[in-house]
């Protein structure tokens, strides 16, 4: 290929670069690789945008979820061909679920180099399916289409952040041709200065008003939130206070609020059969991503079987509705205009004496165990988390602790989790990219020793040149994967093949792994030890720019004790309601 073709090709990656800049992006994650060059530089080179180059694909795409989720802007990830591209999966399906938008840009081999055995060299349309919210592959860049390449970066880039689903990962494809280093020479002009090429509009939001019939005077309801914009955290506590219905909510949220109307302790409440059946509502509004819980899922679906109507704010069109109960969709919220009268008396206040009983009952028994306890730990953290910072959960256990005993607060922090698609992939890179982000803050995670583990390459780092990542990790130490002895394989298998399909106890220790990367690690077992040790892991982070780690030793089964310690406590305390 000639140079003038090769001029041609960095004049295409910068032009991508330049209009990704004018339209908000502000970081770009980078894999080191050859085919990938023009792309690489071109980011590097554009002065706009901060680059932050990862080694391994798979934890550069959730270090790129994790930048997304952090600063509220669509960030770009670019590999090189080859497996390298593919090792981007993980991320872009949890993107995908959750919504966050990614510019996914893989290097390619030329037309000509595939299907003959060329080395990096696979079938890279459409690599990740359905899984995006649009694919592109213009081919070598070309002169001749150069006056669309603004247009091309501009719909990607509002095709990530604005598409008529909701925000998500699209996937560029972009094939390269050597030579691969070149000089882009006058770029395409755009539009008008610091200005995409498209812009795209807002979208018209249902009334409440428009959902009076159902928000009817006297009836018996709740309000049912997960994920969701955190602008509805304030309206929504409003409504259920107005309405005279609770607002089970859970930390990702937003509205986990102290108030009269929030409840917290809905998995331990709903876990009692006699009051799961004498607050059985007649409507139920429903708002953002479902809970983990699928104690919570299972009285849903019996409210929905005994005739209750289910109303869900689906602004996305996701179909959030995993037992299929919803009777009626509506396309958006906008919290204003007249909701109907109140619910019948004592309604809210059965479920506000049944929330402060759970909740001093969760706190007895965590107040018998001077050991560090799992739920403890997470209902610690989360009163600890400054209002301005970022609590990162990890899936399986951490998350469920969270979301069953974060006592509700008057400001909490905001929450966040890759329940996308609920696996333990990338979780140290997503924290550590929420902390390249820059939330003012800080950023705090509660992971488990088998996802660091599983994302052990997320703690290698550059020598130079990467941004501060100063967060705070506590890490519940269990020896294995403890959600599984919560589970019918734990009672029902021998220990021995249970242990090793199930519980599978890993090496190295996750304290010794952390701290032969250079990073700084307390490990506790008493609870009190807790609030020092995160004083102390702050403080070490703030001072390098680095994570810091506070590592806690349970016992799985120790964990299983607790938390039915605490599910006894809370049915013994509605007894006295």
């Keep these: 290929m000639s140079k003038v073709a090769a001029d041609t090709a960095a004049a295409f990656c910068a032009t991508l670069a330049d209009e990704w800049w004018r339209g908000g992006v502000r970081d770009a994650v980078v894999c080191p690789g050859s085919r990938s060059t023009p792309m690489a530089l071109a980011l590097l080179r554009h002065g706009g945008l901060r680059v932050s180059v990862r080694l391994d694909e798979r934890g550069a795409g959730f270090f790129?979820?994790?930048?997304?989720?952090g600063s509220g802007r669509p960030t770009v990830v670019l590999t090189t061909s080859g497996t390298a591209a593919v090792e981007l999966h993980a991320s872009v399906v949890e993107a995908h679920h959750a919504g966050v938008p990614l510019i996914v840009c893989t290097a390619d081999?030329?037309?000509?180099?595939?299907d003959v055995g060329a080395p990096q060299t696979i079938d890279q349309v459409h690599l990740f399916g359905r899984a995006v919210r649009w694919f592109s592959d213009l081919g070598v860049p070309d002169e001749a289409a150069r006056p669309m390449w603004r247009s091309f970066a501009s719909r990607a880039l509002a095709e990530a952040a604005s598409g008529p689903v909701g925000p998500g990962p699209v996937h560029l494809n972009l094939p390269f041709r050597e030579p691969l280093l070149g000089e882009p020479g006058e770029l395409p002009p755009a539009r008008t200065e610091q200005r995409a090429w498209h812009e795209i509009g807002g979208r018209a939001a249902s009334d409440l008003g428009d959902l009076a019939d159902h928000l009817r005077a006297g009836a018996r309801g709740i309000i049912v939130v997960g994920r969701c914009p955190s602008e509805l955290a304030a309206p929504l506590n409003a409504l259920g206070a107005e309405l005279g219905w609770p607002v089970l909510a859970d930390p990702p949220s937003g509205c986990r609020l102290a108030g009269p109307q929030v409840v917290g302790?809905?998995?331990?409440l709903l876990r009692d059969e006699g009051f799961a059946g004498e607050m059985m509502p007649e409507v139920v509004l429903r708002i953002g991503d479902p809970w983990a819980s699928k104690v919570l899922a299972g009285w849903l679906s019996k409210t929905a079987a005994a005739g209750a109507v289910h109303i869900a704010v689906d602004s996305d069109w996701g179909w959030k509705d995993p037992g299929r109960e919803v009777s009626l969709r509506t396309g958006g919220l906008s919290p204003t205009g007249p909701v109907g009268a109140r619910s019948a008396d004592g309604w809210l206040a059965r479920w506000a004496a049944a929330e402060a009983a759970a909740q001093g009952a969760i706190d007895r028994v965590l107040g018998g165990h001077s050991e560090a306890t799992e739920p403890g730990?997470?209902?610690a953290l989360y009163s600890h988390v400054p209002t301005e910072g970022c609590l990162f959960a990890s899936s399986s256990m951490p998350v469920r602790d969270l979301e069953w005993f974060g006592r509700p607060r008057a400001a909490p922090p905001r929450v966040v989790a890759n329940r996308g698609a609920n696996g333990i992939d990338g979780v140290v890179s997503t924290t550590l990219g929420l902390a390249a982000s820059g939330v003012a803050g800080g950023v705090f995670g509660l992971l488990g020793d088998l996802a660091v583990l599983h994302d052990a390459s997320g703690l290698v780092r550059p020598v130079s040149g990467a941004p501060p990542m100063a967060a705070v990790i506590t890490v519940l130490d269990n020896e294995g994967g403890g959600i599984f002895n919560f589970l019918p394989q734990a009672s029902e298998l021998a220990e021995a093949e249970f242990e090793r399909l199930f519980g599978t106890p890993q090496l190295p220790a996750v304290a010794e792994l952390v701290g032969a990367c250079g990073y700084f690690v307390?490990?506790?077992?008493?609870?009190?030890?807790?609030e020092p040790a995160l004083a102390a892991?702050?403080?070490?982070?703030?001072?390098?720019?680095?994570?810091?780690f506070v590592v806690v030793d349970t016992e799985r089964r120790?964990?299983?004790?607790?938390?039915?310690?605490?599910?006894?406590?809370?049915r013994e305390a509605l007894k006295d309601l």
């Design 377 to 379: 730990i997470a209902r």
């Design 109 to 114: 081999r030329p037309p000509e180099a595939h």
């Design 64 to 69: 790129a979820v994790g930048l997304a989720l």
């Design 522 to 530: 307390c490990e506790i077992t008493e609870a009190a030890e807790f």
């Design 265 to 268: 302790a809905a998995d331990a």
């Design 558 to 570: 120790a964990n299983v004790a607790v938390h039915g310690e605490i599910e006894a406590a809370v």
């Design 537 to 548: 892991a702050g403080a070490a982070a703030a001072a390098a720019g680095l994570p810091a």
